[in-house]
Each structure stands twice: as structure tokens, then as C-alpha cells.
């Protein structure tokens, strides 16, 4: 059917092409999110792989995610009618009546890419340290066609079987968050574990990179959930105060949990707990009240600071715990819609128990988290085992042990490496000029026979940092 250009709105269209362009930048957010949190020998590697999936996503939804996830198709998977962005003077299919979109199809086109690009990048941070470059861009690209494309169809598009049956989800927990959990989580267990982890401590080398890449993301996720309204109208509005609402509640819970269980609260745990509250109110930003997102967040972040240590129970190397929050914020933020969605806030959802709504709702959230996390977990499992069947997926023992910013990149992100490895010092590091005659401070002076020191000696770590240890030793 023809897109009717006389029903744009001019102010609809403006708020998406931002809310399109705050959503990119929550793929660089990630980059300096998980870039913080990897030793410094890899955290170049991390940034170029996520800044990769923005390149390798962005083309082919131009060619063929964008026709798969919203063409006609079937309640599966979209057909080839929009391939190659054609045809875009026709209305997206599904969309029609209260429903029907006031931005043109390109723009909508645009601000969906740049989910599909967020959502692959989150794989990256179950994957790092170990992930062979090649690898990785061959099954992000299978990735994207194979596993995303199906999930957001069935949710997304109004064609789609999930869709059809009355789940809801406001802007992609089941689509985004659950997808990419067990996608992480399915190459996890294909690459196997860092060498050694978990008996070597494996602590962030920057962690206010780490804050920096969780500020990005709270700032991008306002056009991810308050975006996905398509109006600047009040459903938007609540979306927005929602959002900010469950990342602040979630923050609070996850430093609490802290304070009780390790004595002090910390900065990774403070970004850990916004991104947390973020996920989970991404399915029920437009479906629930503030008091409802105060519950979400509360619930999303103490569940992700107990979930994070998991791994080390269960023996799988989630590096960056992409699953411990992601997946478990995404299923508790899905399932929240099936308690606390009212149709005060948007009379097109539903009401979910706690509102009369019955069961009804809590059960097609269910069934469709069921699905995503079945899904994505064995198709990712076998793209995965299939890639390393034919270039390999890990890098070998000498390159892991050397990092991937040198042995992938013949780079380094630091330049005190840099000198390190070239046997230079810089301006700075050479001894102090001092005046003929005047003796040497005692930790400069020669002592007879003994031989000179390779480098200035490392301070032991402080009473501090080895409490942090303590605190940080879950999640690494």
C-alpha cells in the first residue's frame, strides 16, 4: 500500500532522526563500557571489534535485514520486498489504522538499523580477550541475518507471530537485550574460557572508561525507549521518565547489594546497576507508570548483582556478563510488562495482572522469552561451532598472552606500552638533570656490585586495591 505523505508529522519525524542518532551512540557507549572493564593489552581490540559491527550491521540492513524484519513474509521471517531499501514509497506493512506511521519509511528504516547494530555489538562482551578477528566478523554477519533478523520480525512487525498473539514488548527486551544474553552466552561456551580464569584476577584497567561508556548508553537509551513511541506525544514522555526512573532505582539496588555482601559500594557496580535498569525497563518503558519503573529497577538490579556471580558457579566465561545483566534484566523487564502494564498509560497495550488484566499477558510474555532465549542460544551455538570449523574462532595461546591490540592490530592503546615493548623511554621518563656535584637521591644511587634495576620498581597494591579484589572477583 502507498505511504500517504500528506500524514507526516513534521515533529514525529524530527524526534526519531534524534532519537535514530542517540541510539548510534550507545554502540560507541558499549565500546568504552566493555573497553573499560578488559585489561589494558585488549581494550583496542574491544573498541575495533564494536566500531566493526557498526560498519557490518549498517550495510547489510540496507540490503537485506531491513526487507527480512519488516517485508510481509510470514509470522517467521519477512520477505524480500524491501531488499536493497526498494519500494520505500510504500507504507511498512502491518502498520495500519491507530497504528499506522506518521514518518516516512526511510526515516523508520534509520532508527531500526541502529537496534540491529546495538544488539550485535552486545555479543562482544561475553567474548572477550579470546575472539580471533576474523571470526568474529563472519558471525556477527551470519549473526545478523540469521538470528536478529527472525527474533525482531517475530516481535517488531506487526506480521510477526509474537506480535500477532498480543506480547508486547515497548522497544526490544526480548528483541535487543534477550537475544543478544544468549547469543553471548552461546559463544561463550563455543570459545571456552580466558586462559587463566578464573585463578588469575582479571580486574578493569579503566574504569572510568567504564563510567564514561555507562553515561553514553544512559543518555542514548532515552532515544532507544522514548524513540520507540514514534510520536513526540505523552506516550513518549512517559517512556522517557521511565527509563531514567528503573536506571536510577536499578543503580541504588545494585550498590546496596554491594554494601551488604562485600562492605563497600563501587564504581563498576554503579554502572553495572544503570545498565541493569536500563535493560529492564526497555520492553515496559510505554506500557507502565513511574511507581511501576521504580519496581523494575529495584527488582533489575538486585537480581543482576547476585546473577553476575553465576558464572564462576557454574564454570562458563562470560567475561564482561553480557548474560548476568543483559539476559537477566531483558527476562526480568519482559516478564515485569505481564505484571505491570496498564492501559492508563497506553490505551494500545494491555493490562497486566496486577491491573486485572489476568494471566493472559504474563503468559505470552513468557512464551515469547522462551522462544528468543531457545532460539538465538542454538542457532548462535551452531553459526559459532560452524565458523570454527572453517577459520577458527580463538586466537592462539601467544597472541591471547601478547593481547589482542598488538597481535590482531600492531597496535597499542597506551603509549607507555608502546616504549615498553621498543625499549624507548619518552621525555618523561628520563632521570632528573641534576646540577654537577649534587649527590643522587637515595633511591637513584649505585650500590657497589649490585646490578642496575631493568625499570622503576612497581609499588605492592594498597589496602585499597586489595580490597577491591574482593569486591571485583565475581565479575572477572
Not at 514525529?12 to 558499549?30: D, H
Not at 542514548?220 to 517512556?239: I, K, P, Q
Not at 529497577?297 to 557454574?314: H, P
Request: some cysteine.
Amino acid at each position: 500500500m502507498p505511504f500517504d505523505l500528506a500524514t507526516v508529522d513534521a515533529g514525529a519525524t524530527a524526534w526519531v532522526l534524534a532519537s535514530s542518532a542517540l541510539v548510534l551512540l550507545m554502540t560507541p557507549g558499549v565500546a568504552f563500557f566493555y573497553g573499560g572493564m578488559v585489561r589494558a593489552k585488549n581494550v583496542l581490540g574491544m573498541l575495533m571489534q564494536n566500531f566493526t559491527v557498526m560498519a557490518i550491521v549498517s550495510v547489510i540492513w540496507v540490503v537485506l535485514g531491513y526487507s527480512l524484519v519488516f517485508g510481509q513474509g510470514n509470522g517467521f521471517i519477512g520477505d524480500l520486498h524491501f531488499a536493497g531499501l526498494a519500494n520505500l514509497d510504500e507504507a511498512v506493512p502491518g502498520f495500519t489504522g491507530e497504528t499506522a506511521q506518521v514518518i516516512p519509511p526511510v526515516v523508520f528504516v534509520g532508527f531500526q538499523m541502529m537496534f540491529a547494530v546495538v544488539t550485535a555489538a552486545l555479543i562482544t562482551g561475553a567474548t572477550a580477550d579470546r575472539w580471533k578477528f576474523a571470526a568474529f566478523t563472519t558471525v556477527i554477519a551470519l549473526w545478523a541475518v540469521l538470528v536478529y533478523s527472525p527474533v525482531a520480525h517475530w516481535v517488531f512487525s506487526p506480521t510477526g507471530w509474537a506480535a500477532r498473539m498480543g506480547a508486547l514488548d515497548f522497544a526490544g527486551g526480548t528483541v535487543v537485550h534477550v537475544n543478544a544474553g544468549a547469543a553471548a552466552l552461546a559463544m561463550a561456551v563455543v570459545l571456552g574460557r580466558r586462559r587463566g580464569w578464573p585463578e588469575q584476577p582479571m580486574r578493569p584497567h579503566n574504569l572510568p572508561f567504564v563510567l564514561l561508556g555507562a553515561g553514553l548508553l544512559w543518555f542514548g537509551w532515552f532515544g532507544f525507549n522514548a524513540g520507540s513511541a514514534l510520536h513526540a506525544d505523552a506516550l513518549a514522555g512517559y517512556a522517557f521518565v521511565n527509563t531514567n526512573t528503573s536506571a536510577a532505582t536499578a543503580m541504588l539496588a545494585w550498590i546496596t547489594v554491594e554494601k551488604i555482601r562485600y562492605g563497600k559500594p563501587t564504581s563498576l557496580g554503579a554502572a553495572s546497576g544503570v545498565i541493569s535498569g536500563l535493560v529492564a525497563v526497555t520492553p515496559c518503558a510505554g506500557f507502565i507508570g513511574p511507581m511501576g519503573a521504580v519496581v523494575v529497577g529495584l527488582l533489575a538490579g538486585a537480581l543482576c548483582a547476585l546473577a553476575v556471580a553465576m558464572k564462576t558457579w557454574l564454570g562458563y566465561d562470560d567475561s564482561l556478563d553480557v548474560a548476568g545483566v543483559h539476559l537477566v534484566a531483558g527476562i526480568v523487564g519482559s516478564l515485569s510488562v505481564g505484571l505491570l502494564a496498564t492501559t492508563s498509560v497506553n490505551p494500545a497495550g494491555a493490562d497486566g495482572l496486577f491491573y486485572g488484566g489476568g494471566y493472559s499477558l504474563l503468559g505470552k510474555q513468557g512464551l515469547v522469552v522462551l522462544a528468543t532465549i531457545g532460539y538465538s542460544f542454538v542457532v548462535t551455538l551452531l553459526i559459532g561451532t560452524l565458523v570454527g570449523k572453517i577459520v577458527g574462532n580463538r586466537v592462539t595461546p601467544r597472541q591471547e598472552r601478547a593481547g589482542l591490540d598488538v597481535a590482531l592490530h600492531g597496535e597499542a592503546a597506551y603509549e607507555t606500552e608502546v616504549l615498553a615493548r621498543s625499549g624507548h623511554a619518552s621525555a618523561t621518563d628520563q632521570p632528573e638533570q641534576r646540577p654537577a656535584g649534587r649527590p643522587a637521591p637515595p633511591d637513584q644511587r649505585a650500590t657497589p656490585g649490585a646490578r642496575p634495576p631493568d625499570g622503576p620498581r612497581r609499588p605492592g597494591p594498597s589496602d585499597a586495591e586489595r580490597s577491591a579484589v574482593g569486591v571485583h572477583r565475581d565479575r572477572r
